[in-house]
Structures are given as structure tokens and as C-alpha cells.
């Protein structure tokens, strides 16, 4: 079985985030993310959780988006006390700050969410980037506990942070391979 992406939704935390602006600094764009995370096709192992292996696909797939476009990846933390990555970092040579992208498909997101606020506070965040089920039933029906988009975006308007985070909602669908 593949995992074929068919929508992504988006949300910025601030009104007055230009993410497109950030992201034009590492050579691409929002649309351009997005495209290619939808025009990937993800191929299910199957001695892996389901969750853990698209966490992991994702995660290679953006690496390698972000590396073809000039970024430098990155293994940081958002502070030095820590101890704790996101799934990918990505940075330009002359910058401190970093893009920390999170993929959350287990329910801890709100671990995720506190530590881009984190990363802000240690002014090693440029921007934070969290990826969550759109419709958790159409990754699994069976995981009553992944997270999802609209309770995501609704805990971030709730913080009412300066933050600058981005929500991304994948949604898609199982496909024959």
C-alpha cells in the first residue's frame, strides 16, 4: 500500500508572518513545499508502525527538498540544557537562527509546540514548522490519539504567541501500489 498526499492545509501563528518571505531566504516557497510533498508517493514498510514510518518519510523527503535548494542541514537543539532536536534542522551558514520542522504524529504535540516557543525564547528559532494529520483517519483509523490539524492550530491562536509557527495538515489517502 502507498500513502499518496492530497491536501495540505496551512496556518501561520502570526497574522503578520510572512512565511513565503522566510522560506525565499532558503531559495523556496510555501507553494514549492507543499508541491512536493504531494507529489510524493510514500510506500508503506510493513514491519514498521504505519505513523512512525511516514514520520521518517517525510522527514528524509524535506531534507532533501531544503539540501537541493542551497540549506544546510543541521543536528541542533533549541537550547543548549535541553537536549532535544526537532526532526529536521535547517540553516544557512552565516545564521544562527534555524527552521526546526516537527512531524507529530503521536500525542505529544504540545511537547512540540512548547519547544519551538522554546527555540524563540533562545533566539535560535527563525521559524518552527509542525506537521500533523489533517484526518488522522486517513493515515489510521485505529490511533484514536494523533493529533490534528484543527485542534493544532486551535491551541496555537490560544497561546496568542509572537512565535513564528507554521501548521501544516496533510491530508490523503491509502493507494494499491
Not at 520542522?101 to 524563540?120: A, Q
Not at 521559524?127 to 500533523?132: A, D, R, S, T
Not at 485505529?142 to 497561546?159: D, S
Request: hydrophobic fraction near 40%; glycine fraction near 6%; charged fraction near 25%.
Amino acid at each position: 500500500m502507498n500513502f499518496k498526499i492530497s491536501n495540505i492545509e496551512h496556518y501561520s501563528s502570526r497574522y503578520d508572518l510572512n512565511v513565503d518571505e522566510i522560506l525565499k531566504t532558503y531559495g523556496t516557497s510555501l507553494a514549492d513545499m507543499k508541491k512536493a510533498m504531494i507529489d510524493a508517493i510514500f510506500t508503506r514498510r510493513n514491519n514498521i508502525p504505519v505513523t512512525k514510518d511516514l514520520a521518517k518519510y517525510l522527514k528524509d523527503l524535506l531534507e532533501r527538498f531544503f539540501a537541493t535548494r542551497g540549506a544546510k542541514l543541521y543536528q541542533c537543539g533549541y537550547s543548549p540544557t535541553m537536549r532535544e532536536n526537532p526532526d529536521v534542522a535547517i540553516g544557512q551558514t552565516d545564521q544562527t537562527k534555524k527552521i526546526f520542522i516537527e512531524i507529530e504524529f503521536r500525542p505529544n504535540v504540545h511537547k512540540d509546540i512548547v519547544k519551538f516557543l522554546i527555540g524563540h525564547k533562545k533566539q535560535v528559532l527563525e521559524l518552527g514548522i509542525l506537521i500533523v494529520a489533517m484526518n488522522r483517519k486517513a493515515i489510521n483509523k485505529g490511533y484514536h490519539t494523533m493529533p490534528e490539524y484543527k485542534k493544532c492550530v486551535q491551541t496555537i491562536r490560544e497561546l496568542q504567541s509572537d512565535c513564528p509557527m507554521l501548521v501544516l495538515g496533510i491530508d490523503g489517502r491509502w493507494i494499491q501500489a
